[in-house]
């Protein structure tokens, strides 16, 4: 039997290193790991780092599994989008860039939730971090690093989520901290912890890196809507629910949607369901009350 050849099996095979990985995609190292976030794609630590240890290394069937991902096509026309508009731009074609931008590509995420997320259940035992993060960005000010519409799209997100969480009386605990209100909901025997902070005025720290933090939230966002959705239509309720202007205007906050059953019957705001009936306490406990009150009055 013929000796193996070195780096034809093995760990050699089996990870490559970011920059082989980057060579093979024929990516920037930033839309590689916008790429990998949006596919949740992590770097692996081989017990035998063939390259060196000081290298990150990805699993190579990971990598084979970004080449044939459409969002890996979207990103490049994007690019190549970006190249046009600047051209245009130099020359100063005002008719040429209007037609850019009507042309500009897109992408949507739907199928990327769909298979990080098999069943409902999946997708609801992780959106601990992605209601955090949205709850996090619809406090935050709209400056050039985050835009105004994302802001709002966050805020509509949350809203939504917590009208539901009010009308199916799913909220169990809250906590106070110094970092904010944690709250505890049960969905479908699940539970799902989440951070709201304080709204206090928010300083944007120079050190955070806005542009991974933006990806995260990218994909958050479609996998929040996707849950919403299938809350509402299993309570029987219309989704979205409708938006009052005028009540969002003065920050009505939720009293500002209202919720209708899928028959087109409003629901009234504290249309809620009802509340648990209470467990009885137990006789005992009275009379053990009445006992240690006998013994204070006695001592």
């Known amino acids: 039997?013929?000796?193996?050849?070195?780096?034809?099996?093995?760990?050699?095979?089996?990870?490559?290193?970011?920059?082989?990985?980057?060579?093979?995609?024929?990516?920037?190292?930033?839309?590689?790991?916008?790429?990998?976030?949006?596919?949740?794609?992590?770097?692996?630590?081989?017990?035998?780092?063939?390259?060196?240890?000081?290298?990150?290394?990805?699993?190579?069937?990971?990598?084979?599994?970004?080449?044939?991902?459409?969002?890996?096509?979207?990103?490049?026309?994007?690019?190549?989008?970006?190249?046009?508009?600047?051209?245009?731009?130099?020359?100063?074609?005002?008719?040429?860039?209007?037609?850019?931008?009507?042309?500009?590509?897109?992408?949507l995420l739907d199928h990327l939730v769909k298979e990080r997320f098999p069943s409902f259940i999946d997708a609801v035992r992780d959106m601990d971090d992605a209601l955090s993060m949205a709850t996090l960005y619809a406090h935050l000010p709209s400056t050039n690093k985050i835009k105004s519409d994302r802001t709002l799209n966050c805020r509509r997100l949350c809203l939504e989520f917590n009208n539901w969480v009010v009308h199916e009386r799913a909220l169990k605990k809250v906590f106070l901290s110094i970092k904010g209100c944690y709250f505890q909901a049960e969905i479908q025997g699940q539970s799902v912890i989440w951070l709201v902070p304080y709204e206090f005025s928010q300083e944007l720290p120079d050190d955070v890196d806005y542009k991974v933090m933006r990806t995260f939230l990218e994909f958050y966002e479609t996998q929040l809507h996707f849950i919403n959705f299938r809350l509402y239509s299993g309570s029987g309720l219309v989704y979205p629910p409708k938006l009052d202007a005028k009540l969002d205007a003065a920050n009505a906050g939720?009293?500002?949607?209202?919720?209708?059953?899928?028959?087109?019957?409003?629901?009234?705001?504290?249309?809620?369901?009802?509340?648990?009936?209470?467990?009885?306490?137990?006789?005992?406990?009275?009379?053990?009350?009445?006992?240690?009150?006998?013994?204070?009055?006695?001592?």
């Open 1 to 107: 039997r013929a000796p193996k050849k070195p780096g034809t099996s093995g760990h050699a095979v089996n990870y490559m290193t970011r920059q082989q990985a980057l060579k093979k995609l024929q990516l920037s190292l930033a839309d590689f790991r916008r790429l990998c976030i949006l596919k949740g794609v992590y770097p692996r630590d081989p017990s035998k780092k063939v390259k060196g240890k000081d290298k990150t290394y990805y699993a190579t069937k990971d990598i084979l599994f970004l080449m044939h991902e459409p969002v890996l096509e979207k990103i490049r026309e994007i690019k190549a989008h970006l190249k046009k508009v600047t051209k245009a731009r130099t020359k100063k074609d005002a008719a040429l860039l209007k037609s850019l931008e009507r042309s500009k590509p897109f992408y």
């Open 254 to 299: 939720l009293s500002s949607y209202k919720m209708e059953r899928k028959d087109g019957t409003s629901l009234p705001a504290d249309a809620a369901k009802p509340a648990p009936p209470r467990a009885k306490k137990d006789p005992r406990l009275r009379t053990l009350r009445d006992k240690i009150s006998t013994l204070e009055r006695d001592c």
